[in-house]
């Protein structure tokens, strides 16, 4: 029953991703908020990785996103690389930072690890902001945009045509989404939602914690990376602020808005907080506060989130 | 199980209708765009919340009541104009690309104005200029913009860096002497002024005894201070705009180093004045508009009719955003097209008539750079003035195409399209 | 040179000072409920804003005992509203639900005092310096270095004289246990809050003094604090106090040496105590989980 529920899920949302541009924009969406869900989509379901299987909390990631971000940028600006391999160097970029940081902070646990995460990130948001000549600071890394994509035997723009664009970061998200559901159902996938479940249990069972967790946090971020990159592609643009703690808070409030024991969660999750973020501050110029309600009232009345609850509604 | 049952189905029916609410309100501006087809539209796009979301709200007065003016007068091209308010946010660049392109893509404008913030500025010129639009940006100041990364749709309101340095240089020397100590920002705007400031003060044997570069959002200026009182300069220099300015004058002065050292700066603006206590009101500082110009005509219309929407006086930025928006009517006009090409050509060495451009020298828009070249006002900030707002007595208003550089020195290689 | 090296670590121990009030509030909740408060720094700016209204009413000093309480009290009531459902739950929503509290306050705070920097008035004979050799010296921060020292004090006082703080500092080491002895666990995390918010609230009035005051102004003052908690070590007040301290100096001593990495110096700083002590400086062992 549940299986049947579970594809019909997977089946539902391929079809509303691969029609995105058609239904946005009869709605009075446009193509260009679709990519932005995509991506936040992607970031959002990266960081569940880690916080949703896993169960460790990370207030940080949005250091990784920008890291990936300004890596695939300053592969574009300084080495006029084409879009694929940018976003790989952004990755490995980001993934190596998430290697270091992930083994100085592994011993530590809970709300302990959030904090360090925190201010982890802001390391790299002064790091973007104060390395002018590298990243242009302040004025962040301009000069620069994404080029064709040349397959040899034709070419792809996503210069000009957003929906090509769209359909290029379904794609990139396509192959991340499809690598994190083969780890999460491999053994490795099931010690970590060991680990979530009951560490203590896990550590005599025999299962290596520290590297698990440290492995978890590591795949976490380099997923994460790549949404930077697509990031930093959609826009033609990086700036320091993308590395705020503001993306951190926003992408872990997207996992728990959408579920975060479910796969697809923060994905739904991600739809409705930038829609809702997108509309709100047209019509009003206290968003913010309608926000920070968002966050208030999910975390009161909706911690399992849509999906979560959707789930519990079915099953009774 | 039954309650858990009844409470699980009507969460349930919460979360659908809710989204079937969400689905109806994003469907909302498709119908309404639908109806005011007809008129022409300027799409703002600037932080309305944040550290600069004082300043982006005057401007937002200032593009309010241009709207209305030309609206009384009929409109752009007998059309009537309407304004599409868009807070950018002062995050980051993402969202207010992603506003920009909403607004030229779904909302159809003509005419895209902002941003305060250089980086988005930046980010959305790139932006508009992908998508062929008239961009005006009201108070981004990185020198970038009508220099470096110039574009043949993008114009600018406000002065350079450059500008600025240039304007007050003299006053400082003359005023206080030539051992200047600098308290710069770090980040593009704060190198770009201080680079103008060192050259425009050595260009009148003025010379620099230091400087220190503080992070954007210094709290604490104390150790900045005790260095920059070390070094013995005739005046500290304070180039740090906004809330860091209020914190490192206020801390300056109860420090008490008005009485061993002139403290004065470059960039100066009402709202930070605002909120300074009346005792560190004090030094010499440029601004790029004030309120009070006895004797210029029009101006005192401005600050009336400023005043019964507002009840203050009109700032700076409320007469960039006013200046941004007739910009645009007036190209219209002058190129009888609302094809951005044309109005771009029409703006070249475009002379704003004097009840907009609202001081004593013309203002136009340099041929070439895309910039506004109009007045630049040295002078005191000031304790207490003439009128309630008087906080600055101005001493000097200098001509901004006089103290503007040349083309080469903005480094601007404008590419128009074929 | 020595001379500015010497106020410099002077001043940054004032500085500190400062930091560490704010840190132990945080530090505070933190410890015993396990609460990451990221509306901390606006609970700072409605302090201060609050202090700002009254000031014309009551004057500086009226406002200075005023605000404060009338702040923890507004805590408290959020306390018993929104963050004590969380107790007990994953960490990870009180943080969600503080850091949207964050966005809440800055945006009220902007909504009703408006997003200009507004004047806040200190008494003149603070204001000015106590001698021209040590310029720095002003009265005001003389004054806020005995008020923290005071506030510190208090709060030490209390942790280990009044029953209250027996209480608090038992159920930081072990909750379970002091709620089987019968201790209202509920009404103490209350109270431990509302002092944690108190201590805020302070800090925020004497911040306004020292800073321009805008609806951000708590949204600098707040990561500084993370790092007090990290280096001092987690689960000592003691430990968080130094931390401050260490960061006031820390970055007055960068001022003169690399004056542009003044604020990465703090972090700096957290690399190193977590790569050489993880648990921080006076941490206390099997904290960390």
């Known amino acids: 029953m549940n299986a049947v529920r579970a594809r019909g899920l997977d089946v539902a949302i391929c079809l509303m991703l691969l029609f995105a541009p058609f239904w946005m924009n009869a709605i009075g969406g446009y193509t260009e908020l679709a990519t932005r869900i995509v991506v936040m989509g992607l970031a959002a379901m990266s960081l569940n990785f880690l916080l949703g299987f896993t169960g460790v909390l990370s207030f940080g990631h949005a250091a990784y996103f920008g890291l990936g ?24 970029v980001a993934t190596i930072a998430a290697m270091i940081i992930g083994a100085l902070i592994i011993k530590l646990r809970g709300v302990y690890f959030a904090m360090v995460t925190i201010a982890f990130g802001q390391v790299f948001y002064f790091i973007a902001f104060r390395w002018n000549a590298v990243t242009g600071g302040d004025d962040g890394l301009t000069g620069w945009r994404r080029l064709p994509i040349n397959f040899g035997f034709a070419e792809l723009d996503i210069v000009q045509n957003d929906r090509a664009f769209y359909y290029f970061a379904l794609a990139i998200f396509a192959v991340c989404v499809a690598a994190m559901a083969v780890l999460l159902n491999s053994p490795f996938g099931r010690s970590l939602i060991a680990i979530r479940e009951n560490e203590r249990r896990a550590r005599f069972l025999g299962v290596p914690i520290e590297f698990h967790v440290w492995l978890s946090f590591v795949i976490s971020c380099l997923f994460v990376s790549a949404a930077g990159g697509l990031y930093a592609l959609l826009n033609n643009f990086i700036d320091p602020r993308a590395l705020r703690v503001d993306l951190s808070g926003n992408l872990v409030i997207m996992a728990v808005l959408g579920g975060m024991r479910s796969f697809w969660g923060p994905l739904i999750g991600a739809a409705i907080f930038v829609a809702l973020q997108d509309y709100v501050s047209s019509q009003t110029q206290n968003w913010m506060s309608v926000i920070g309600l968002v966050f208030v009232l999910v975390v009161r009345f909706f911690p399992r989130g849509v999906l979560g609850m959707l789930r519990t509604g079915a099953k009774a | 199980m039954a309650n858990a049952d009844a409470r699980g189905i009507s969460r349930r029916r919460v979360v659908k209708s809710g989204l079937a609410v969400a689905g109806a309100r994003i469907a909302g501006p498709f119908v309404m765009s639908a109806r005011a087809a007809e008129a022409v539209r300027i799409g703002l796009d600037n932080p309305l919340t944040g550290p600069v979301a004082s300043l982006g709200k005057n401007e937002l007065i200032g593009c309010q009541m241009a709207i209305d003016e030309i609206n009384a007068r009929g409109g752009v091209l007998g059309r009537p104009v309407e304004l599409i308010v868009e807070d950018s946010t002062s995050g980051d660049a993402g969202t207010a690309v992603m506003k920009a392109r909403k607004l030229i ?49 993008v114009f600018r309101v ?35 002024l201080e680079a103008a400031m060192t050259k425009a003060i050595a260009a009148l044997d003025g010379e620099r005894v230091g400087g220190d570069l503080t992070p954007l959002g210094t709290v604490d200026f104390s150790s900045y201070l005790i260095k920059a009182q070390a070094a013995n300069p005739d005046v500290i220099v304070f180039l740090v705009p906004g809330d860091d300015m209020l ?65 203050r006086v009109p700032t700076a930025r409320t007469w960039f955003g006013y200046v941004s928006v007739w910009t645009c009517a007036l190209a219209a006009a002058k190129a009888n097209s609302l094809k951005a ?63 503007a550089g040349t083309l080469e020195e903005s480094g601007c290689k404008m590419k128009w399209p074929t | 040179m020595s001379q500015v090296v010497l106020f410099n670590v002077f001043n940054g121990l004032i500085v500190g000072a400062f930091y560490a009030l704010m840190a132990l509030g945080l530090s505070l909740i933190l410890n015993l409920s396990g609460v990451i408060n990221f509306a901390h720094g606006g609970f700072l700016a409605l302090g201060a804003y609050l202090a700002y209204t009254l000031i014309p009413y009551i004057g500086f000093w009226g406002a200075l005992i005023v605000a404060p309480p009338l702040t923890a009290v507004l805590g408290l009531v959020i306390e018993w509203l929104l963050i004590r459902p969380l107790y007990g739950k994953d960490p990870l929503y009180s943080l969600l639900l503080t850091f949207g509290l964050a966005y809440i306050f800055e945006d009220v705070t902007r909504l009703i005092w408006g997003a200009q920097s507004v004047p806040f008035q200190v008494p003149g004979w603070l204001m000015s ?81 020292l800073l321009g005051l805008s609806p951000t102004i708590g949204a600098n003052l707040i990561m500084p604090s993370f790092v007090a908690i990290i280096v001092g070590g987690l689960g000592s007040l003691l430990g968080t106090l130094i931390g401050g301290l260490m960061i006031g100096v820390a970055s007055g001593l960068a001022a003169v040496y690399f004056p542009s990495a003044t604020e990465a110096v703090i972090y700096v700083m957290m690399a190193l105590v977590l790569l050489v002590r993880p648990r921080g400086l006076l941490g206390e062992e099997g904290r960390l989980h």
């Open chain 1, 69 to 92: 971000a300004y890596g695939t940028a300053m592969a574009i600006k300084y080495w006029a690389v084409g879009s694929i391999p940018a976003i790989v160097l952004g990755v490995i």
């Open chain 2, 105 to 153: 893509d779904r909302d159809k404008i003509d005419f895209l104005l902002g941003n305060d913030n250089s980086a988005l500025a930046l980010a959305m010129a790139q932006v508009s200029n992908e998508k062929g639009i008239l961009h005006i940006v009201p108070g981004g100041h990185t020198d970038a913009i009508t220099g470096s990364s110039c574009n043949w749709n």
């Open chain 2, 158 to 192: 406000c002065n350079t860096t450059q500008m600025e340095a240039n304007a007050v240089a003299a006053a400082l020397i003359e005023q206080y002497g030539k051992k200047s100590y600098y308290i710069t920002p770090d980040y593009a705007f704060g190198h770009t």
């Open chain 2, 247 to 311: 914190n490192a004058m206020k801390q300056a002065v109860q420090f008490g180093l008005q009485n061993k050292v002139h403290l004065a700066g470059a960039h100066q603006e009402m709202e930070p004045l605002e909120g300074l206590p009346p005792e560190a009101r004090i030094g010499v500082w440029v601004m790029e508009w004030y309120w009070n110009q006895p004797g210029v005509p029009h101006v005192a219309e401005f600050v009336e009719a400023t005043k019964k929407r507002t009840g």
């Open chain 2, 341 to 403: 090409l044309d109005m771009a050509k029409a703006l070249q060495d475009f002379h704003l008539p004097p009840e907009i451009a609202l001081g004593p020298n013309p203002a136009f828009y340099c041929a070439g750079q895309n910039q506004l070249l109009a007045s630049l006002f040295v002078g005191e900030a000031q304790a207490k003035g003439s009128a309630p707002d008087d906080f600055f007595k101005v001493t000097k208003v200098v001509n901004g195409a006089k103290v």
């Open chain 3, 129 to 209: 310096s106590l001698s021209s050799q040590y310029f720095f010296l002003t009265g005001y921060r003389v004054f806020m270095m005995i008020i923290v020292a005071a506030a510190v004090g208090g709060l030490f006082a209390v942790l280990k004289y009044t029953r209250l703080g027996m209480r608090i500092r038992a159920g930081t080491r072990d909750l379970d246990t002091v709620s089987t002895l019968g201790v209202n666990v509920r009404v103490l995390r209350s109270l431990n809050f509302g002092i944690g918010i108190y201590m805020a609230g302070l800090a925020g009035v004497l911040a306004a003094g």
